[in-house]
Structure formats: C-alpha cells, structure tokens
C-alpha cells in the first residue's frame, strides 16, 4: 500500500533507512543537492527563515550558528518532527508538525522560504506556492529543490536496492501521481515537468531568479568514481525566486 510523503518517513523501516542513508559519504545530497542550494540562498544574516519539509532541521541549526534571526521548520512526519527537536534543541529554532499544505502561513513573516526535496510529495502545489508568496516579507526568497523530472517520470529500469545503471524517461508529459518502491516501501509522488514548475511560480506572482540542475563539482566529492557517475543524469531541480510585486 502506497503511503503520502509524511506517512512514509514515519515508517519506521523507512525511517531508520533515510537516517542511515543520509549518513553515507557523498550523498547526493551533500555532494549535488546542498551546495546549489547554498549558493543560491547567499547570505543568511538576520534572516527569518522558514523550511518547509525541514527532516531532521540539520540546516536550521546551520543557519542559526550562522547568525540567521530565526529558523521554523515545518514537518508533517511524527518521527521527523521529533528528531528536529532534537538537532535544535538549545537553540531558538521552532519545529511545528503540521503539513505543507494545509498550515496557516502567517502574511509577510519570513525573509527566505526553503523547501529541501518535500516538494514533490505534495499535489497541489498552486496553493503552497501562494501561501508562499504571501508568507515572505518585501524582498523575500524563496528556494527549492525537488528530485529532477527526468527521474520523477518514470521509475521503470529502477530496482530497489540495486544501483541504478540505465534511466528510462518517459511519460514525461503525462503529470501527476507516480508510485516508487524506495527504501522499502511506496511511496507517492507528483511529476512535474520543468515548465510546469515554471508557471506554477509565475502564476503565483513568484518570479524566478535562478534555476539550476546541480551538474557535479569535483571539489564536493571524496570519491571520483561516484563523481564520474553523477555526471551521467541530473537528479535534482533546484529554483530560486522572489516575491515579485
Ligand atoms: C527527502 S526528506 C528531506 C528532508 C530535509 N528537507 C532535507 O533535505 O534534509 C522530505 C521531508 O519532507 C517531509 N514531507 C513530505 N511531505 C510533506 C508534507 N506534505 N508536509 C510536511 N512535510 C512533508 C517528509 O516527512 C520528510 O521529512
């Protein structure tokens, strides 16, 4: 039985296989994903920041030893939202568990919004890119990264457990739910095409900065064969944009 995006990280095989997996050397996360978002996030002096999807808030105690005026992570999972209590805990971060989709975003309260690869868990994303276009402050950020449409469209050629060494792409205009077996379990996802998560900001009056497929940089890396693979297909999608007027 497939399972939301929140109900699958509190499964607890699941959740003891993503806490074990995001502690292997070179990540994707940390070798592609974290540095783009890094980036093009810039500074983070004083800024009030929200993340949406935030795990285990790992970045939230980042950006506050790094002088960010506050951090609310937002997470529907009971077993994640826990375990961001924890890596905040002394400090004045917040965790609230409560979905994406349906939290009350408090009007001009943040100066960058995060979302680290929640996004594609959540099927309306009209209303999440409104509420936050309305819960940054003038001059707010907002940047996010999800799994990459070319992966999202098809999982076929893809055996759990096994490293991947064909990717199939196809039924890349055909939208909407997937089902993957990752982690042992199912999952549900939405597939989004590059244009589509294009006009979803532009029609919620978000306007693009920045977009990004974090092609592999060597100096990320401990190991240059898994760089030499990296470079094979791009996994994630990352956007900036900003509260336009
Ligand atoms: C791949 S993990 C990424 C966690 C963190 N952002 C990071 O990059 O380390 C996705 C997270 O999004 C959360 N999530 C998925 N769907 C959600 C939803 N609809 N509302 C709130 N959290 C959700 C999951 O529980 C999980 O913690």
Not at 26 to 39: G, I, Q
Not at 44 to 52: F, G, P, Q, S
Request: glycine share 6%.
């Amino acid at each position: 039985m497939e399972k939301s995006g929140l109900d699958f990280y509190d499964d607890e095989a699941v959740f003891t296989n993503y806490t074990e997996h995001r502690q292997r050397l070179d990540t994707p996360n940390d070798t592609l994903e974290k540095p783009v978002m890094m980036d093009l996030i810039g500074i983070i002096t004083d800024k009030r920041i929200l993340d949406l999807g935030c795990g285990d808030a790992a970045i939230g105690r980042e950006f506050l030893d790094r002088g960010a005026a506050s951090y609310v992570g937002l997470e529907g999972s009971h077993k994640m939202a826990a375990l961001a209590l924890q890596t905040l805990a002394g400090t004045s971060g917040q965790v609230i568990r409560q979905e994406i989709e349906t939290w009350t975003y408090p009007p001009a309260a943040f100066d960058l919004v995060i979302a680290r690869l929640s996004l594609h868990y959540v099927a309306d994303l009209k209303r999440v890119f409104s509420n936050v276009r309305q819960t940054l402050d003038r001059q707010g950020q907002f940047v996010f990264s999800v799994e990459h449409p070319v992966i999202t469209s098809c999982d076929r050629g893809w055996k759990a457990g096994t490293l991947r060494q064909d990717w199939v792409v196809d039924d890349y205009f055909k939208t909407g739910l997937r089902v993957t077996n990752w982690l042992g379990a199912y999952v549900k996802k939405y597939h989004r095409t590059i244009e589509e998560y294009f006009y979803l900001l532009q029609e919620a009056g978000l306007r693009i900065k920045d977009l990004r497929e974090a092609r592999p940089q060597l100096q990320h890396f401990h190991d240059i064969q898994t760089y030499e693979r990296r470079k094979r297909i791009p996994l994630f999608l990352i956007l900036a944009a900003n509260k336009g007027k």
